[in-house]
């Protein structure tokens, strides 16, 4: 029998937590009888409601509080620490709130988790656009090309990948006793989940991507923005003030091109990293970024056109980026 726990980081986004452990509950109440199937929402000081909610609503939820401090890793190590320690399942299972799990999702899990049954094996799941059901936006890398389009899965249903994105990853319990939890002090927000993945592959973990393991959200033009490089970014940016705001993400934790999470992931093997190649990578950053606003627009923009193809992109998205 399959015992397993699944870990979601929630803050402030009640409307999100509410309708993923709605379909949690109804899911594991039809296709977990003889299973164990335990929800451990980690809520890093919502002030939403959204404890007020799990309280009462959803009285079976293991529930553990931060201060507004952990963020995504710090909430994901506290989760699976609180998993080793106290529910000791055979599983844990890294779940995003803001997507839509397929109505066989519980199913699958139960599936993929006997298929692993004592080995070093971890799994993840894809997030396709709900409007573009083929579009995968977050699931797997290999060799720094990500898994985008379900028919890359035409030949088999999983993948052997380099590393996942942590909206759904299923890992064997005792990976903590074997390489420890995720790097929440140097990566808080952003890079936790590649670290950690990169880290276990390292270990002898065999890292895999499911096209059984699915779920949905609702992914726009202005995510794919939010996470292209930012040379793309700065194309896209009109003025002096917008190309300024873009250079913040360098500087905001909440951006995925914040320099100390790059500076982190290229130097993650080094217990130490020196603060000068965190000034180093900042300063070449801005050359080539301002290098670049002295290329002829109309060049930026085919560089641009060709990044969206190479990511998979939908046309209509890519069209509105462009024109935008």
């Not at 320690?85 to 803001?98: H, K, P, S």
């Not at 603060?275 to 060049?299: D, H, M, S, T």
């Amino acid at each position: 029998m399959v015992s397993a726990a699944l870990i979601l980081p929630v803050r402030n986004r009640k409307a999100y937590t509410s309708a993923i452990l709605h379909q949690l509950s109804t899911q594991i109440s039809q296709y977990s009888a003889g299973h164990t199937i335990e929800v451990v929402v980690v809520d890093d000081g919502s002030t939403d409601g959204t404890v007020e909610l799990i309280t009462q609503t959803f009285t079976k939820v293991h529930l553990l509080q931060g201060d507004g401090d952990l963020w995504w890793t710090g909430a994901i190590a506290t989760g699976m620490a609180h998993v080793q320690q106290q529910l000791q399942t055979d599983y844990i299972v890294w779940l995003n709130d803001d997507i839509t799990l397929a109505d066989d999702f519980i199913s699958n899990l139960i599936q993929v988790c006997q298929q692993s049954l004592q080995t070093n094996m971890i799994t993840g799941g894809i997030v396709c656009d709900q409007s573009h059901s083929n579009w995968i936006v977050f699931g797997g890398v290999i060799a720094s090309c990500p898994i985008n389009n379900r028919r890359q899965f035409s030949k088999a249903s999983v993948l052997k990948v380099d590393t996942l994105n942590g909206n759904i990853v299923v890992l064997p319990t005792h990976i903590t006793t074997d390489i420890g939890l995720p790097n929440a002090e140097r990566f808080r927000h952003y890079g936790g989940d590649y670290e950690y993945i990169c880290r276990a592959k390292v270990a002898g973990y065999t890292i895999q991507l499911s096209s059984n393991l699915v779920a949905t959200t609702d992914y726009r033009a202005s995510d794919v923005i939010r996470y292209m490089p930012l040379v793309f970014q700065m194309v896209l940016s009109p003025t002096l003030k917008a190309k300024w705001q873009t250079l913040q993400n360098l500087h905001l934790l909440k951006s995925p091109h914040n320099v100390r999470h790059m500076v982190n992931s290229i130097y993650r093997h080094q217990s130490t990293i020196p603060q000068w190649k965190y000034y180093a990578f900042y300063l070449r950053k801005v050359i080539k970024l301002f290098g670049n606003e002295c290329l002829p627009q109309r060049i930026r923009k085919q560089q641009l056109q060709a990044y969206l193809l190479q990511q998979g992109v939908p046309e209509a998205i890519s069209i509105s980026i462009l024109g935008s």
